[in-house]
């Protein structure tokens, strides 16, 4: 499998946001990245429930969910008849990570669990198997448009290792920073999905950023 685009939606123009759906429609991306945050758990409100269905009515590929929210069990439902395809939670936020788990299988989505800067991917072995997805977050959420912390190249690695024996078809997805500059060694290191927003919306041509992501071709970097 080559590679997957999944723009953040979070860094569109909300007053446009048909325009820019319907830009990431027509585009090689291949994922809606929708970031949901509720002010507790990150320090930022995005948006909800009425804003993604918004999203979902124009979308025509799958829509990524991350939610950056306390308590999102109480919300996985919800999630899914909205649309989402995908539902990541924050390992951080969840005290009974194997039956959220569960729960977004049983709502019919992929299940994703995120990890913060400073959560170590080991603290995932024993759930790894039931995973659909791992997200990294390369930046502490709650913000778009922030620097790449370097440490996630490692820890992308040491997950691939870890999937190797566990979980051979995880998807790891990168969040944070992410752009033209580092997504060679990311896909070197074992990421396949990659979650771009200032890199796409404030490029001259989203649409020709996103294709230049598309291209990139990580086998020939050394990291
Ligand atoms: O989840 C988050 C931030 O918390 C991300 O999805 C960002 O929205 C990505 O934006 P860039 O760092 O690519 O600008
Ligand atoms: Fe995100």
């Known amino acids: 499998m080559t590679h997957l685009i999944a723009p953040s939606v979070l860094s569109a123009d909300f007053a446009n946001l048909q325009r820019d759906v319907e830009m990431i429609n027509a585009s090689q991306a291949d994922w809606f990245h929708v970031d949901v945050m509720d002010g507790v758990f990150v320090p930022n409100i995005s948006f909800g429930f009425p804003v993604m269905e918004a999203i ?30 995908v539902i990541t939670v924050h390992y951080e936020a969840c005290t009974h990570l ?12 992929k299940a994703s669990v995120a990890l913060n800067p400073h959560t170590p991917a080991a603290l995932l072995k024993d759930i790894l198997g039931d995973l659909d ?7 502490n959420p709650g913000f778009g ?14 997950l691939r290792a870890m999937a190797a024996l566990i979980k051979p078809d995880l998807l790891i997805e990168v969040d944070g920073g992410v752009g033209l500059h580092n997504t060679a060694a990311l896909l070197q290191a074992g990421a396949n999905v990659l979650v ?13 950023m996103i294709t230049e992501l598309k291209q990139v071709d990580g086998s020939a970097v050394q990291v």
């Open 56 to 85: 979902k009515k124009h979308a025509k590929k799958p829509l990524d969910v991350h939610l950056m929210i306390v308590n999102p069990d109480q919300y996985i439902e919800r999630f899914a008849a909205a649309g989402a395809d």
């Open 98 to 109: 194997h039956r959220t788990v569960q729960a977004i299988h049983a709502a019919g989505c």
């Open 133 to 139: 997805m791992v997200l990294i977050m390369s930046v």
């Open 145 to 158: 448009g922030q620097q790449f912390i370097p440490n996630t190249l490692h820890k992308v690695r040491e």
């Open 196 to 208: 771009a927003g200032n890199a796409i919306f404030a490029a001259p041509s989203p649409t020709a």
